[in-house]
Nanobody
Framework: QVQLVESGGEQVQAGGSLRLSCAASGRTVNGYAMAWFRQAPGKEREFVAALSWNGIDTYYSDSVKGRFTVSRDNAKNTVFLQMHALEPQDTAVYYC???????????????????WGQGTRVTVSS
């Protein structure tokens, strides 16, 4: 049973930084793609960032490219989302996601992810 637990969300001022963590259990993060999605109030859950199964390739939505960085620590079995230059539009609940196996298509598609965390809330005030 794969479990994902996010942490690190809080309220920050616009322009600030936060680092979100996603601790995995039941399976190693090494060898599997991992992704971050977010859902703002009244909106659909949207793709934010993903890390390829080998930890080398990264993918970002246009809205966060250049501000957010996804990474992982195999020893801690944890994936991170470092966020800089936060904007009020970044306010959302952030979810960590993992696939059942190898992703063969788009890393940004929700349909490719089977395991989800409970989410951590990020609020950016202006």
């Amino acid at each position: 049973q794969v479990q994902l637990v996010e942490s690190g969300g809080e309220q920050v001022q616009a322009g600030g930084s936060l680092r979100l963590s996603c601790a995995a259990s039941g399976r190693t993060v090494n060898g599997y793609a991992m992704a971050w999605f977010r859902q703002a109030p009244g909106k659909e859950r949207e793709f934010v960032a993903a890390l390829s199964w080998n930890g080398i390739d990264t993918y970002y939505s246009d809205s966060v490219k250049g501000r957010f960085t996804v990474s992982r620590d195999n020893a801690k079995n944890t994936v991170f989302l470092q966020m800089h230059a936060l904007e009020p539009q970044d306010t959302a609940v952030y979810y960590c996601a993992a696939p059942q196996g190898r992703i063969s298509s788009s890393y940004s598609s929700r349909a490719n992810y089977h395991y989800w965390g409970q989410g951590t809330r990020v609020t950016v005030s202006s």
